[in-house]
């Protein structure tokens, strides 16, 4: 049974809806996974929060809809040993939709960025709006879709900063030569609306490709 409870990681955990103090009568935080992938990876993939199968397998898109992810990227010819898969949230939202609220997105900032950080990714690909707006991106994901956007280093590292002044933390620069400081962001549709709207399935291909 893998560990679901972690410590407060960073300051944005204290504020998140999902965690204890947003939610005395559990007194706990909501259950939550860390992300899967190797040290370093050639692309990131986030989707929004994890569902019911990945709280209970431990790790992000390992439901249906992260089986169906996986069979995608290996139909584009991306072995999953290059990617790290992540979530917006990283907590279990336990609503009807299963989306994550927005505070929770951006209190998971810090978290999420950290990770991205480490992986040195030459691209990162968010799953569904709420992935898209943990990056900055707004607006229907049919019409983000598809139009990659490049994210500065510095405003990952913006986000980091203000977590780590709030804790007191040393600070911890980016690699200058990290995919010229900065990223390349390429909002797609989410594999779980795909499974529901197979006409889509084209599309996210094409995303992943």
């Given at each position: 049974m893998p560990n679901l409870t972690r410590p407060v990681e960073h300051a944005g955990c204290i504020s998140c809806p999902l965690g204890p103090e947003r939610n005395p009568s559990r007194g706990r935080m909501s259950?939550?996974?860390?992300?899967?992938?190797?040290?370093?990876?050639?692309?990131?993939?986030?989707?929004?929060?994890?569902?019911?199968?990945?709280?209970?397998?431990?790790?992000?898109?390992?439901?249906?809809?992260?089986?169906f992810l996986e069979d995608l990227l290996a139909e584009t010819g991306i072995s999953l040993r290059r990617v790290y898969l992540d979530n917006a949230a990283a907590c279990f939202p336990n609503t009807p939709d299963n989306a994550p609220p927005a505070r929770a997105i951006k209190a998971c900032q810090p978290r999420l960025f950290e990770q991205v950080r480490r992986r040195r990714p030459k691209g990162v690909v968010v799953l569904g709006g709420k992935a898209n707006s943990a990056f900055g991106g707004g607006g229907p994901v049919s019409d983000a879709r598809g139009r990659e956007r490049w994210v500065s280093a510095a405003d990952l590292q913006a986000v980091l900063e203000k977590d780590r002044l709030k804790r007191d933390l040393p600070s911890v620069h980016f690699d200058p030569d990290w995919a010229r400081d900065g990223v390349y962001v390429l909002p797609a549709y989410h594999p779980a609306f795909v499974l529901r709207s197979p006409d889509r399935t084209a599309d996210l291909k094409r995303d992943l490709a």
């Open positions: 259950p939550c996974i860390s992300g899967r992938g190797p040290a370093e990876a050639e692309l990131v993939v986030v989707g929004e929060a994890p569902g019911k199968d990945e709280i209970a397998l431990g790790g992000p898109f390992m439901g249906r809809s992260g089986q």
